[in-house]
């Protein structure tokens, strides 16, 4: 038999995904879509009507499209369970804080939005530092410690 069929007792055993992992990777996933989708909507109309200043129109949509590269690639690396992934994913979660305030502050259907931002935001930074979250990812505590439940 090799390696890979009978494996020797110190190797490492892989431990399932956790669902709070999956969990902050699909609401990582969905920001990005969304930012995808508000991005296109602002290009085509940019392209198609009859805005102001078509040249912002078009940058503002492009901009968009490129923002959703960070929650994209983070939820595809905390599905991959990468390590690095956990940044860019608190990194979005805490720019989306600010957005949503300001959604909630607007005197139109944006208060919604601005509503649901907030949720997907929150839960997504609780899922992010919950320590199932941080083991999962290889993530050590202060001075690189691990630190064994007793």
Same mark, same amino acid.
């Given at each position: 038999?090799?390696?890979?069929?009978?494996?020797?007792?110190?190797?490492?055993?892989?431990?399932?995904?956790?669902?709070?992992?999956?969990?902050?990777?699909?609401?990582?996933?969905?920001?990005?879509?969304?930012?995808?989708?508000?991005?296109?909507?602002?290009?085509?109309?940019?392209?198609?009507?009859?805005?102001?200043?078509?040249?912002?129109?078009?940058?503002?949509? !492009?901009?968009?499209?490129? =923002?959703? #590269? +960070?929650?994209?690639? $983070?939820?595809?690396?905390? /599905?991959?369970? @990468? %390590?690095?992934?956990?940044?860019?994913?608190?990194?979005?979660?805490?720019?989306?804080?600010?957005?949503?305030?300001?959604?909630?502050?607007?005197?139109?259907?944006?208060?919604?939005?601005?509503?649901?931002?907030?949720? !997907?935001?929150?839960?997504? =930074?609780? #899922? +992010?530092?919950?320590? $199932?979250?941080?083991?999962? /990812?290889?993530? @050590? %505590?202060?001075?690189?410690?691990?630190?064994?439940?007793?």
């Amino acid at each position: 038999m090799s390696r890979e069929q009978n494996p020797t007792p110190d190797a490492p055993l892989v431990e399932p995904r956790p669902g709070r992992l999956t969990a902050a990777a699909a609401l990582a996933a969905l920001e990005g879509l969304a930012l995808v989708a508000g991005g296109v909507y602002i290009l085509v109309l940019g392209l198609t009507g009859d805005p102001d200043d078509r040249q912002q129109a078009v940058t503002g949509g !492009v901009t968009l499209i490129v =923002l959703a #590269l +960070l929650p994209l690639l $983070a939820a595809r690396g905390l /599905l991959l369970r @990468r %390590g690095w992934s956990r940044g860019p994913a608190v990194i979005t979660q805490v720019m989306a804080l600010p957005v949503a305030y300001n959604l909630l502050r607007a005197d139109s259907v944006a208060i919604p939005a601005g509503i649901v931002l907030a949720v !997907v935001a929150v839960a997504a =930074l609780v #899922l +992010l530092v919950n320590p $199932a979250t941080t083991r999962a /990812l290889g993530i @050590r %505590g202060p001075g690189g410690d691990v630190q064994e439940e007793k």
